[in-house]
């Protein structure tokens, strides 16, 4: 199994690191896995969610969408009330 070590740790964040592993039963190194997996299974499932949402915005048939005025003028117009 590959090893990791992380040097320059803050202070603050093994304190805390430490804490949750004892709440949770869990050695330090043990701790640090479940939480990097954690993370990095959040990235990609957000990356996911992204992906799925531009996917379906591209499905949208807004239809006319070369009629929208230009931002220029319609920031002309609020300004100009």
Do not use: C, W
């Amino acid at each position: 199994m590959p090893l990791l070590q992380v040097r320059d740790v803050p202070e603050e964040l093994y304190e805390r690191l430490a804490k949750v592993a004892k709440a949770e039963n869990r050695s330090i190194a043990q701790e640090t896995i479940v939480l990097v997996r954690n993370a990095l299974n959040l990235t990609s499932e957000r990356m996911a969610r992204r992906k799925g949402f531009l996917v379906e915005l591209d499905e949208i048939d807004l239809g006319g969408t070369h009629e929208f005025p230009a931002p220029e003028k319609l920031i002309r117009e609020d300004r100009d009330r």
